[in-house]
């Protein structure tokens, strides 16, 4: 059996863990999974994924099905557009359910409908049994009000509010104003509330997913990043999921040849980059390189990379080669991707009787590196041992060239970590193995992005040696820094990326010339422990 | 706000006509945009062998010249220079390699950024080593690898701090090394005058930056 500290427990087999995703089986209070929750870590989770929703579930912090069907109903527009005392309902919500604010009702008499969602009226159903309890509705008029919110008709909708305004002051329950009022709150409601049944619905489908994702992280993460390549922008996806990850301390690896798989996988236990997930990779390539290797009877766990370099290389698609190289999948081989790509280069060079002719020596003799198959080449064409020549005279001294710059092109062939994230960025949707920022000098900054988010926190203040991914300037609408701007920062290192990181105005006005994207910078700052975002007081250029 | 790295390079010919001289010497150094540190350890730099160097007919008159002077400036016989570029590799080889060099210093195509090649600088690029680049790329079927917008002559800004002036006596770059006080250890090595080049332009780059954060250029010429 395996066991978890919430008291889940699965058979487990030789191949792994028996698990059914059916949710009438699965436990509704596994803590593990509500914590998931209430951190905000819900990436992937239906329904609360995006960014609002991360936020959200950490403000609402539901325990229960019921708030969590309440948390995916204060979600919609309907509650965050409608304001009143200047803040969203869903605000509201928040802020009574933690005590912050008083649960208030217009009328006592709403009291038993709105007080499990803390007065606050969050779905359909709540708006009909208001209608019965302040105006009488019927059970036609109340069906009618229930299509005028569901199907957002405004001119049933403004004959419904004759007829329910008329009617409660018959039924003198509530005021006029008060009556007036409340149907407002309907109205502003109409516009994308949700029913009761679909929000629960939909908030155990978020339960069973988050359940999966607190319970078999690794398994997750492996199928989301396999179905992002459906998704609109595939690398952004990508890219979310893979930091998710990091932050959860899952390391996705990148593609690695020797694994061969096409998709993303779960290999070593580890959600693991597939050949085709590189960009510029598609299935003809990954096929054309299975029958190459085939055909050639390469084994390749035991095999170096002249044998890619001069037996598969030559005959697949010379950018999507490029691309393995670039992305790391033949990182196993203990070469500088520069030094790949270099060796290429040169290949890229050799006409097509070339290539063959170096093919079939380097199958004859698979300990030859590539270099000496080169030489070998120039040898043979110069001695003139065969009936016809290999290459033109007017070859030799090109070839001889190539090979000289073989190991010393004119620049020294290390894989500067700026150019590898900057490939892997382009090519994976996230440097995987490096940041930019590994290539300055980081010794003055005291914490890792994922140290900051897993509670680092230090009185002298935190220092950070980070990339800035994004910014967005925000110009401030109200209070004392009314017009003035301020900036939201996407900063990231080797760790993971911190997508809570705020300038105020006087630092951002002082600061932004810095803090665009791309840059390397030391942010030296605090942490605002009620939102946990970084707070910017200083910013440095980071040098090497 | 510039991303883009600064490709500082230089060719050495065996004429100083750009349009039909042959290279033989081409170094280059990268300057970080936003550091403007000069990455000497990310240099490049290759001697070229011209095409018909062990033929007579390619020593003339004019390439005699430039080779005794080639030889004056760096205190060696004339035999050595020659033996020094017949070493070299040919010129197609060296340019595919400079131009898989400078590829590694593109940045992402972005919004607002739809130049992504390093922006090429030195000193009389656009009169001389741009051309030859571009002969290169032509010769060669590859694309540009430098920027085809922005180019930073040093030669130019210079000209203009400098044109009111009695000093330097003239704009060559020999005479702006002593104008400066900067020490020589190489006149005329590719990489040697490509690293001078990029000092003297990271040292105007960081006045430059100096100036335009204290100047008030924003609606200073509005009637």
């Given at each position: 059996m395996k066991k978890f500290s919430c008291g889940c427990e699965f058979h487990e087999t030789e191949k792994g863990v028996i698990f059914d995703p059916d949710i009438t089986k699965i436990?509704?209070?596994?803590s593990l999974t509500w914590d998931l929750i209430c951190s905000g870590?819900?990436?992937?989770?239906?329904?609360?994924?995006?960014q609002l929703g991360r936020s959200l579930s950490e403000q609402a912090k539901p325990n229960n099905m019921e708030e969590l069907s309440d948390l995916i109903a204060i979600m919609r527009p309907g509650c965050l557009e409608a304001m009143v005392k200047g803040k969203s309902l869903t605000m509201h919500y928040v802020d009574r359910k933690h005590y912050r604010d008083a649960v208030e009702y217009l009328?006592?008499?709403?009291e038993p409908i709105l007080e499990s969602t803390y007065?606050?009226?969050?779905y359909q159903e709540q708006a009909i049994l208001i209608a019965t309890e302040i105006?009488?509705?019927d059970l036609q008029e109340a069906d009618t009000l229930r299509k005028a919110i569901g199907k957002k008709q405004v001119d049933i909708m403004a004959k419904v509010k004759r007829s329910f305004l008329e009617k409660a002051e018959a039924k003198e329950i509530v005021t006029k104003e008060q009556a007036e009022e409340i149907f407002s709150w309907i109205e502003k409601s109409q516009?994308?509330?949700?029913n009761k049944s679909h929000s629960v619905s939909y908030a155990y489908n978020s339960y069973l997913t988050a359940y999966c994702k607190a319970h078999f992280p690794h398994e997750f993460f492996t199928a989301y990043l396999k179905n992002a390549?459906?998704?609109?922008?595939t690398f952004w996806e990508v890219n979310e999921l893979v930091n998710n990850a990091k932050i959860m301390g899952i390391q996705v690896m990148p593609p690695n040849i020797k694994n061969m798989?096409?998709?993303f996988s779960l290999i070593d236990k580890r959600p693991t980059y597939g050949i085709?997930?590189?960009?510029?990779?598609?299935s003809s390539v990954f096929r054309k390189m299975i029958i190459h290797i085939e055909d050639n009877e390469i084994d390749i766990n035991n095999c170096d990379w002249d044998c890619f370099l001069l037996l598969i290389a030559p005959f697949v698609n010379k950018r999507a080669f490029e691309s393995l190289i670039l992305a790391g999948a033949f990182d196993g081989f203990k070469i500088s991707r520069s030094k790949m790509q270099h060796h290429f280069n040169i290949v890229k060079e050799f006409t097509k009787r070339e290539l063959t002719w170096l093919k079939e020596f380097k199958e004859e003799n698979?300990?030859?590196?590539a270099e000496d198959a080169i030489g070998r080449m120039v040898e043979e064409s110069e001695t003139k041992?065969?009936?016809?020549?290999?290459?033109?005279?007017?070859?030799i001294p090109i070839i001889a060239d190539l090979l000289s710059t073989y190991?010393?092109?004119?620049?020294?062939?290390y894989d500067a970590p700026s150019w590898v994230s900057k490939v892997e960025e382009e090519l994976?949707?996230?440097?995987?193995?490096?940041?930019?920022?590994?290539?300055?000098?980081?010794?003055?900054?005291?914490?890792s992005c994922k140290e900051f988010v897993d509670g680092f926190n230090s009185k002298g203040g935190i220092v950070l040696a980070v990339k800035v991914d994004s910014v967005r300037e925000w110009t401030i609408k109200?209070?004392?820094?009314?017009?003035m701007t301020m900036g939201f920062v996407t900063a990231s290192d080797t760790s993971c990326s911190l997508d809570n990181i705020t300038a105020f105005s006087e630092e951002w006005e002082k600061y932004k010339q810095l803090l665009h994207e791309g840059n390397t910078v030391l942010m030296r700052g605090m942490k605002d422990?009620?939102?946990g975002s970084f707070l910017i007081k200083k910013v440095e250029q980071l040098t090497s | 706000m510039n991303n883009r790295w600064i490709m500082v390079f230089d060719w050495e010919t065996d004429s100083p006509n750009p349009n039909t001289c042959n290279p033989v010497e081409l170094a280059a150094v990268p300057v970080n945009?936003?550091?403007?540190?000069?990455?000497t350890d990310q240099s490049f730099r290759a001697t070229i062998r011209p095409?018909?160097?062990?033929?007579?007919?390619?020593?003339t008159k004019e390439r005699q010249g430039t080779i005794a002077w080639h030889a004056k400036q760096r205190g060696v016989k004339t035999e050595e220079i020659i033996a020094d570029w017949k070493k070299g590799q040919s010129e197609k080889v060296v340019w595919k390699n400079f131009c898989n060099y400078c590829a590694k210093y593109e940045v992402d195509k972005k919004q607002g950024q739809w130049y992504t090649e390093p922006i090429p600088s030195g000193y009389n690029i656009i009169g001389f080593d741009l051309v030859i680049a571009n002969r290169m790329a032509e010769k060669y079927k590859?694309?540009?690898?430098?920027?085809?917008?922005t180019k930073i002559d040093m030669m130019d800004i210079l000209f203009m701090w400098f044109?009111?002036?009695?000093?330097?006596?003239?704009?060559k770059l020999d005479a702006f090394r002593d104008f400066f006080g900067?020490?020589?250890?190489?006149?005329?090595e590719a990489l040697s005058d490509t690293i001078d080049e990029a000092e003297l332009l990271v040292k105007f780059m960081k006045f430059h930056r100096r100036q335009s954060t204290v100047g008030k250029f924003k609606g200073a010429f509005s009637s």
């Amino acid at each position: 059996m395996k066991k978890f500290s919430c008291g889940c427990e699965f058979h487990e087999t030789e191949k792994g863990v028996i698990f059914d995703p059916d949710i009438t089986k699965i436990s509704l209070d596994c803590s593990l999974t509500w914590d998931l929750i209430c951190s905000g870590n819900t990436k992937g989770v239906f329904q609360l994924e995006s960014q609002l929703g991360r936020s959200l579930s950490e403000q609402a912090k539901p325990n229960n099905m019921e708030e969590l069907s309440d948390l995916i109903a204060i979600m919609r527009p309907g509650c965050l557009e409608a304001m009143v005392k200047g803040k969203s309902l869903t605000m509201h919500y928040v802020d009574r359910k933690h005590y912050r604010d008083a649960v208030e009702y217009l009328h006592e008499s709403l009291e038993p409908i709105l007080e499990s969602t803390y007065g606050i009226l969050v779905y359909q159903e709540q708006a009909i049994l208001i209608a019965t309890e302040i105006a009488g509705f019927d059970l036609q008029e109340a069906d009618t009000l229930r299509k005028a919110i569901g199907k957002k008709q405004v001119d049933i909708m403004a004959k419904v509010k004759r007829s329910f305004l008329e009617k409660a002051e018959a039924k003198e329950i509530v005021t006029k104003e008060q009556a007036e009022e409340i149907f407002s709150w309907i109205e502003k409601s109409q516009r994308y509330s949700f029913n009761k049944s679909h929000s629960v619905s939909y908030a155990y489908n978020s339960y069973l997913t988050a359940y999966c994702k607190a319970h078999f992280p690794h398994e997750f993460f492996t199928a989301y990043l396999k179905n992002a390549v459906g998704k609109p922008d595939t690398f952004w996806e990508v890219n979310e999921l893979v930091n998710n990850a990091k932050i959860m301390g899952i390391q996705v690896m990148p593609p690695n040849i020797k694994n061969m798989n096409e998709e993303f996988s779960l290999i070593d236990k580890r959600p693991t980059y597939g050949i085709t997930n590189i960009k510029n990779v598609g299935s003809s390539v990954f096929r054309k390189m299975i029958i190459h290797i085939e055909d050639n009877e390469i084994d390749i766990n035991n095999c170096d990379w002249d044998c890619f370099l001069l037996l598969i290389a030559p005959f697949v698609n010379k950018r999507a080669f490029e691309s393995l190289i670039l992305a790391g999948a033949f990182d196993g081989f203990k070469i500088s991707r520069s030094k790949m790509q270099h060796h290429f280069n040169i290949v890229k060079e050799f006409t097509k009787r070339e290539l063959t002719w170096l093919k079939e020596f380097k199958e004859e003799n698979l300990d030859a590196t590539a270099e000496d198959a080169i030489g070998r080449m120039v040898e043979e064409s110069e001695t003139k041992t065969k009936n016809r020549p290999i290459f033109r005279k007017e070859r030799i001294p090109i070839i001889a060239d190539l090979l000289s710059t073989y190991d010393n092109p004119g620049y020294d062939l290390y894989d500067a970590p700026s150019w590898v994230s900057k490939v892997e960025e382009e090519l994976l949707g996230i440097s995987l193995t490096c940041n930019k920022v590994d290539e300055y000098d980081t010794s003055k900054s005291n914490c890792s992005c994922k140290e900051f988010v897993d509670g680092f926190n230090s009185k002298g203040g935190i220092v950070l040696a980070v990339k800035v991914d994004s910014v967005r300037e925000w110009t401030i609408k109200k209070g004392r820094s009314k017009g003035m701007t301020m900036g939201f920062v996407t900063a990231s290192d080797t760790s993971c990326s911190l997508d809570n990181i705020t300038a105020f105005s006087e630092e951002w006005e002082k600061y932004k010339q810095l803090l665009h994207e791309g840059n390397t910078v030391l942010m030296r700052g605090m942490k605002d422990n009620n939102r946990g975002s970084f707070l910017i007081k200083k910013v440095e250029q980071l040098t090497s | 706000m510039n991303n883009r790295w600064i490709m500082v390079f230089d060719w050495e010919t065996d004429s100083p006509n750009p349009n039909t001289c042959n290279p033989v010497e081409l170094a280059a150094v990268p300057v970080n945009p936003r550091t403007l540190e000069i990455k000497t350890d990310q240099s490049f730099r290759a001697t070229i062998r011209p095409d018909d160097i062990d033929s007579e007919e390619y020593f003339t008159k004019e390439r005699q010249g430039t080779i005794a002077w080639h030889a004056k400036q760096r205190g060696v016989k004339t035999e050595e220079i020659i033996a020094d570029w017949k070493k070299g590799q040919s010129e197609k080889v060296v340019w595919k390699n400079f131009c898989n060099y400078c590829a590694k210093y593109e940045v992402d195509k972005k919004q607002g950024q739809w130049y992504t090649e390093p922006i090429p600088s030195g000193y009389n690029i656009i009169g001389f080593d741009l051309v030859i680049a571009n002969r290169m790329a032509e010769k060669y079927k590859t694309k540009s690898p430098f920027s085809k917008v922005t180019k930073i002559d040093m030669m130019d800004i210079l000209f203009m701090w400098f044109e009111n002036l009695d000093e330097p006596s003239s704009m060559k770059l020999d005479a702006f090394r002593d104008f400066f006080g900067m020490e020589a250890t190489q006149a005329h090595e590719a990489l040697s005058d490509t690293i001078d080049e990029a000092e003297l332009l990271v040292k105007f780059m960081k006045f430059h930056r100096r100036q335009s954060t204290v100047g008030k250029f924003k609606g200073a010429f509005s009637s």
